[in-house]
């Protein structure tokens, strides 16, 4: 239930025309939402605005919002819409050039909005972009960007070679081996905690695809934004510390999601002869990482291995939930195969 003091739609008048559009979806993630918030007014000097779209948060964000930003453009919803539709109802209210998303559990450091703005500028073609993601600690967090899917790196994954040979590229393709992000380069898909499109771009996308209920979205519109000939690139210049799943349920509950997300993108995108294979390997592959996890903690008494192996038995045990994938939606999205 919404915050009965809060009106389902709140903003202070903006008279300069913003260039981009920050769009910030919470859930229960009240101070690290006003953190996020704070952190975009310390480092943002481009004209903007700042959308959020507070997912029925029974933590009192909406209410902390609207009283520490009255210059947010505050909607509180009455209920969960969840990542991808509050990101289409946060859009349908832009103003920008571009729009960004930005997780609400993420800090803006040293003018990286504006950094990646400026990146966009210089990069056109590319349609989609996106920055460097560090954990608190300073460590690099790797997930702002992914290699798409494939049959080999299905293979490699369920195989167990992504991880014995994590460094190589070429084993571990969707993860770029130990590429550090410290480069510009192309890149599959950009993560939604971190993502900048023209706003003309997304709606002539039609926004996020709705048949994924969390997770595999945004690379769902990266597919259809490269059939229209975007090139998705990221730079270091534009840096952010993400949090990582301050709002996600338990492990093995995202685990399950990503790989319905994965068997779904799967049977959209791969090429119909692989599809077979591809499915049954990424159905195999919670399997794979339960009996690899209890050999390596069978010989080493690892603590750690022992609860991936517990984590993966419950994913495995769960097949049936996510075998097949999400249930497609009705109507089609624009740049999306039939």
Known sequence: MSDPAVPPESAAPSFAPPVVSILVISYNTRAMTLDCLRSIAAETTLPHEVIVVDNASPDGSAAAIAEAFPEVRLIASPENHGFAKGNNVAAEHARGKYILLLNPDTLVL??????????????PSAG???GRTLYPDGSLNAGSCNGMQTLWSIFCRTSGLAIALHSSERFNPENYGAWDRGTEREVGYVCGCFFLIERDFWNRLGGFDLTYVMYGEETDLCHRARALGARPRITPEATIVHYVGA??????????????SKVTLARRYLPRWQQGPALFLLRMWPLSRKLGGEVIAGITGNAAAAEAARRWGVVWKARRTWRDGFAARRHPVPGRPA
């Open 247 to 260: 709002s996600s349920k338990r492990r093995s509950d995202k685990d399950a999601l990503v790989l319905k």
């Open 110 to 123: 040293d003018a990286a909005i504006d950094r990646l703005v400026a990146f966009a500028g210089r990069t």
């Open 128 to 130: 989609i972009w996106g």
